[in-house]
């Protein structure tokens, strides 16, 4: 596996290694007189020293024997804690709303040294031009990046429609070409125990090139409905809510991953599972974060900020770091490399000074000293990305007819109240909860109230010519009868946005297709909100009072911006104002807005293609907005 900052590959150096142990050769890197956190055995062991050579930790004990010249730079822990680098075992990068480079340099300060990003928010708008664009960017970065092939593009095929289609023959690829090093979430889960045979094709596709599969259980069974994921070869999982599915996950074999991300918030719900079983080995149980926010990188860290929580959740230390060290490194089967400070691994280590809060005072990553008392110290070139990249809004702009909805049929004259289907945020959490309201129409048209905090809501296809893959008409010679998503949009209705009236938030991160999402209670506003981000190529728009309140481009594919996490931040933090000025109260409501339109989800969302209903024991069906 190739090296970020090394002279030499690690075949290359055993020799070199070795005589630096026994003394014989000079050692790049010499840290004296640590407290090591032994992740091996759980220990926490005194008066240690650390060696490191061509990147790769020679000797880890008592370095007075171990030699030094003038190249070699010596560096006293003074007691302080040693510990291996930070792993995230699942990510999206996208979340955080800006670019690779631009997230190392905004996290490796906070200790995280290796992230495995599922990058399927990029590869639904670019397909596996985005793996490439990953792949390219993420070359000489102070950062191990071990990207995640996107396996669910779109994320249930036929009731969505992305800018891609990945099918088995673009996971072979992406393999073959060395752009992914694991399987991405397995967010279909329902075509997983329910035998989609494209699905298994994907899955047996990694299971050839031994690839891990990571998965997204989102269903109550832990019986059936769970045996059956994992024994189809999902060995992680990140979607668990309950200590009881947590503790499920583990003993059948399959690694928990703890979310604590910016929005979803499940870690303290997860702890009971092993903290009420002191007795009980942890090794399965990881900590990730899933989605971040720039603004939780920029003020809290990155996973050392879900470390944290888990210590003062009451998880004892030494456990919490090894399930974001060791335990994530073997659920990758890179402990060989990564994971622990010990000899023949990356010198990915941590100088930090206490066990409660776990203030990172040094980073090093491949034996390179990158970032002191939180500030990245070495330079982190940006990428050039190709006009393609950042080009992606093939929508022509809306008018404020686009949101009417309508009565089905002629009955435009009937003034009696008709039942619909409503998308129930529930905030804080990925699912919704579908509810059934009276709406009385006028003139045959049903409108938003804000009175009783019903919204609009409309998905609006945006990836147009730009589209490639299977089964679309759009691609030249495609059979007749083919779905031709071009122009195609869906209109329904939400609850619990608490927007005030005259209010209107649009955006093009409308996970998992990325879709043009507007949700609103007047038809004007969603209109500006719209196109907006149309002239501006994707991003997020609050629209209040008839103005645009605050709007933050995203350029890059619609989810990304160019600009360092710091600026992300206070633009992310101005759209967060203006949502909460405009009624929106809840923490974070960007991200909970965004899932709106992820349709693996329970219990009802929309597509492009209209509403989708999702229940435990039950395949994905459409159903329509009027019951």
């Given at each position: 596996?190739?090296?970020?900052?090394?002279?030499?590959?690690?075949?290359?150096?055993t020799k070199e290694l070795a005589a630096v142990a026994m003394g014989t050769?000079?050692?790049?890197?010499?840290?004296?007189?640590?407290?090591?956190?032994?992740?091996?055995?759980?220990?926490?062991?005194?008066?240690?020293?650390?060696?490191?050579?061509?990147?790769?930790?020679?000797?880890?004990?008592?370095?007075?024997?171990?030699?030094?010249?003038?190249?070699?730079?010596?560096?006293?822990?003074?007691?302080?804690?040693?510990?291996?680098?930070?792993?995230?075992?699942?990510?999206?990068?996208?979340?955080?709303?800006?670019?690779?480079?631009?997230?190392?340099?905004?996290?490796?300060?906070?200790?995280?040294?290796?992230?495995?990003?599922?990058?399927?928010?990029?590869?639904?708008?670019?397909?596996?031009?985005?793996?490439?664009?990953?792949?390219?960017?993420?070359?000489?970065?102070?950062?191990?990046?071990?990207?995640?092939?996107?396996?669910?593009?779109?994320?249930?095929?036929?009731?969505?429609?992305?800018?891609?289609?990945?099918?088995?023959?673009?996971?072979?690829?992406?393999?073959?070409?060395?752009?992914?090093?694991?399987?991405?979430?397995?967010?279909?889960?329902?075509?997983?125990?329910?035998?989609?045979?494209?699905?298994?094709?994907?899955?047996?596709?990694?299971?050839?090139?031994?690839?891990?599969?990571?998965?997204?259980?989102?269903?109550?069974?832990?019986?059936?409905?769970?045996?059956?994921?994992?024994?189809?070869?999902?060995?992680?999982?990140?979607?668990?809510?309950?200590?009881?599915?947590?503790?499920?996950?583990?003993?059948?074999?399959?690694?928990?991953?703890?979310?604590?991300?910016?929005?979803?918030?499940?870690?303290?719900?997860?702890?009971?599972?092993?903290?009420?079983?002191?007795?009980?080995?942890?090794?399965?149980?990881?900590?990730?974060?899933?989605?971040?926010?720039?603004?939780?990188?920029?003020?809290?860290?990155?996973?050392?900020?879900?470390?944290?929580?888990?210590?003062?959740?009451?998880?004892?230390?030494?456990?919490?770091?090894?399930?974001?060290?060791?335990?994530?490194?073997?659920?990758?089967?890179?402990?060989?490399w990564i994971g622990s400070v010990t000899p023949g691994r990356a010198g990915?280590?941590?100088?930090?000074?206490?066990?409660?809060?776990?203030?990172?005072?040094?980073?090093?990553?491949?034996?390179?000293?990158?970032?002191?008392?939180?500030?990245?110290?070495?330079?982190?070139?940006?990428?050039?990305?190709?006009?393609?990249?950042?080009?992606?809004?093939?929508?022509?702009?809306?008018?404020?007819?686009?949101?009417?909805?309508?009565?089905?049929?002629?009955?435009?004259?009937?003034?009696?109240?008709?039942?619909?289907?409503?998308?129930?945020?529930?905030?804080?959490?990925?699912?919704?909860?579908?509810?059934?309201?009276?709406?009385?129409?006028?003139?045959?048209?049903?409108?938003?109230?804000?009175?009783?905090?019903?919204?609009?809501?409309?998905?609006?296809?945006?990836?147009?010519?730009?589209?490639?893959?299977?089964?679309?008409?759009?691609?030249?010679?495609?059979?007749?009868?083919?779905?031709?998503?071009?122009?195609?949009?869906?209109?329904?209705?939400?609850?619990?946005?608490?927007?005030?009236?005259?209010?209107?938030?649009?955006?093009?991160?409308?996970?998992?297709?990325?879709?043009?999402?507007?949700?609103g209670n007047d038809d004007q506003a969603m209109m500006l909100a719209a196109?907006?981000?149309?002239?501006?190529?994707?991003?997020?728009?609050?629209?209040?009072?008839?103005?645009?309140?605050?709007?933050?481009?995203?350029?890059?594919?619609?989810?990304?911006?160019?600009?360092?996490?710091?600026?992300?931040?206070?633009?992310?933090?101005?759209?967060?104002?203006?949502?909460?000025?405009?009624?929106?109260?809840?923490?974070?409501?960007?991200?909970?807005?965004?899932?709106?339109?992820?349709?693996?989800?329970?219990?009802?969302?929309?597509?492009?293609?209209?509403?989708?209903?999702?229940?435990?024991?039950?395949?994905?069906?459409?159903?329509?907005?009027?019951?």
């Amino acid at each position: 596996m190739e090296k970020k900052f090394q002279a030499v590959p690690y075949e290359g150096v055993t020799k070199e290694l070795a005589a630096v142990a026994m003394g014989t050769l000079a050692a790049d890197l010499v840290i004296e007189d640590g407290t090591l956190i032994e992740v091996c055995t759980g220990r926490v062991l005194p008066h240690i020293d650390v060696a490191v050579k061509y990147g790769y930790i020679a000797l880890v004990g008592d370095a007075s024997g171990v030699k030094r010249d003038a190249g070699t730079s010596i560096i006293s822990a003074e007691g302080k804690y040693i510990m291996p680098g930070l792993i995230d075992s699942h990510m999206h990068v996208e979340s955080t709303m800006v670019d690779l480079p631009s997230f190392a340099a905004g996290i490796l300060p906070h200790g995280t040294t290796t992230i495995c990003p599922d990058n399927h928010e990029m590869t639904n708008v670019l397909g596996l031009k985005a793996m490439q664009l990953f792949f390219e960017s993420a070359k000489n970065l102070p950062l191990k990046v071990l990207t995640a092939l996107p396996v669910c593009v779109p994320s249930i095929p036929g009731m969505e429609d992305a800018g891609a289609v990945i099918g088995p023959s673009e996971a072979a690829e992406a393999y073959d070409k060395g752009w992914a090093e694991l399987q991405g979430e397995q967010m279909n889960f329902p075509g997983v125990i329910f035998g989609d045979e494209t699905v298994h094709a994907i899955t047996a596709e990694g299971i050839k090139k031994n690839k891990i599969l990571t998965g997204h259980y989102a269903g109550s069974d832990l019986n059936s409905g769970l045996n059956s994921f994992i024994a189809s070869g999902m060995t992680a999982c990140h979607e668990t809510t309950t200590a009881e599915g947590a503790l499920k996950r583990a003993e059948l074999g399959m690694y928990v991953q703890q979310r604590y991300g910016s929005a979803w918030l499940d870690l303290p719900n997860l702890v009971a599972a092993y903290l009420e079983k002191p007795e009980m080995d942890t090794r399965f149980f990881t900590l990730v974060t899933d989605d971040v926010t720039p603004f939780t990188v920029a003020h809290d860290g990155h996973l050392i900020r879900v470390l944290r929580k888990a210590v003062q959740l009451g998880v004892d230390p030494v456990r919490a770091i090894q399930m974001v060290t060791i335990n994530a490194a073997q659920l990758l089967e890179k402990a060989r490399w990564i994971g622990s400070v010990t000899p023949g691994r990356a010198g990915d280590i941590l100088i930090i000074d206490n066990l409660t809060d776990f203030k990172v005072e040094k980073v090093f990553s491949d034996g390179r000293l990158v970032a002191e008392n939180e500030k990245l110290i070495v330079d982190i070139d940006s990428y050039d990305y190709p006009e393609w990249a950042t080009n992606t809004m093939h929508l022509a702009p809306l008018a404020a007819s686009d949101f009417k909805i309508t009565l089905p049929g002629n009955d435009t004259a009937s003034d009696e109240a008709v039942s619909v289907r409503v998308i129930g945020l529930v905030p804080g959490m990925v699912f919704t909860k579908g509810e059934i309201r009276k709406v009385t129409p006028s003139n045959g048209i049903l409108e938003a109230d804000p009175a009783t905090d019903l919204a609009k809501i409309g998905v609006f296809y945006r990836h147009g010519a730009s589209l490639t893959g299977n089964n679309y008409s759009k691609i030249e010679g495609a059979e007749k009868g083919d779905w031709n998503p071009v122009g195609s949009r869906a209109l329904g209705f939400a609850s619990g946005t608490g927007f005030l009236p005259g209010t209107a938030y649009a955006s093009t991160v409308s996970h998992d297709c990325h879709n043009l999402m507007v949700i609103g209670n007047d038809d004007q506003a969603m209109m500006l909100a719209a196109n907006t981000l149309i002239e501006s190529g994707g991003g997020l728009a609050v629209v209040h009072e008839g103005r645009v309140a605050a709007h933050m481009p995203l350029p890059l594919a619609g989810l990304m911006s160019l600009e360092s996490v710091a600026t992300a931040s206070d633009q992310l933090e101005a759209i967060e104002s203006a949502l909460k000025k405009a009624g929106g109260i809840h923490e974070s409501f960007e991200m909970t807005l965004s899932l709106l339109a992820l349709i693996v989800l329970g219990e009802l969302h929309i597509s492009n293609r209209g509403l989708v209903e999702l229940k435990d024991g039950k395949p994905p069906q459409f159903v329509s907005l009027f019951v």
